[in-house]
């Protein structure tokens, strides 16, 4: 099984920078991926990690440590519109087939 | 147009009842998906299909099964709703890894609604 954490709830202010992270634990992990998803709506892909590092496009930017079974996803020059909840997904590799588990998100409030 | 569709986008029905939601994509994509989500709990797996005469069992299946009519659709019932299948229900689709460019990241529909009294 896999278990997969991240922080409920998080506030931050408009311009200001925000990292939200993830940990998680799988027997055999494939590739770790971030979306963003507005109340009432349909989550939409940010990022994706398969190798240690760090993932820049644009305001966000998303790191993987697979020994330390880590991720953050950075929003930088916050906006309104970046309150949303933020979905940390594992996608793990067992018996031939890769399907994807989440987290339960991180609800993100930007205020003026 | 959206690439991922979904209807009814709202429905509400009573305990008892067989109820139908569909998915259609235009992505040309092989592999499908159905979740449900629930406040609290995240996004859970109902089902997937790899390809047309693939079906899995996900997290979450007892109470629904699916349907893969062609490539472009599929569907999800449940026999007897019962109120605790009141929940958000979000259909995906992803590319294989062996496509090209693939990379297996899974886009969403826009959701149903399901209210079960």
């Known amino acids: 099984g896999q278990n997969i954490d991240q922080p409920t709830e998080m506030t931050a202010t408009e311009g200001a920078i925000v990292q939200i992270n993830c940990t998680y634990q799988?027997?055999?992990?494939?590739?770790l991926f971030w979306y963003q998803q507005h109340a009432g709506e349909a989550p939409t892909f940010l990022s994706y990690?398969?190798?240690?590092g760090l993932e820049e496009k644009g305001r966000f930017s998303s790191f993987l440590s697979r020994s330390k079974g880590y991720s953050y996803l950075l929003l930088k020059e916050l906006q309104m519109k970046d309150s949303a909840s933020y979905l940390c997904a594992v996608r793990d590799r067992n018996s031939g087939y890769s399907t994807l588990t989440f987290g339960k998100g991180t609800m993100l409030l930007v205020s003026p | 147009d959206a690439d991922v569709t979904q209807t009814p986008r709202n429905r509400i029905t009573k305990t008892g009842k067989r109820i139908m939601l569909e998915c259609s994509q235009t992505k040309g994509h092989d592999r499908m998906y159905w979740y449900r989500q629930d406040p609290g709990l995240g996004l859970r797996l109902i089902y997937y299909s790899f390809d047309v005469k693939d079906i899995n069992k996900g997290e979450i299946s007892d109470g629904y099964s699916v349907s893969r009519q062609a490539q472009a659709k599929f569907s999800l019932s449940l026999e007897s709703a019962i109120p605790n299948q009141t929940a958000l229900y979000f259909c995906?689709?992803?590319?294989?890894?062996?496509?090209?460019?693939?990379?297996?990241?899974?886009?969403f529909g826009p959701g149903t609604r399901l209210t079960v009294l």
């Open positions: 990690n398969v190798l240690d």
């Open positions: 799988t027997s055999g992990f494939n590739g």
């Open positions: 995906a689709t992803s590319d294989s890894p062996g496509g090209e460019g693939g990379t297996d990241t899974q886009y």
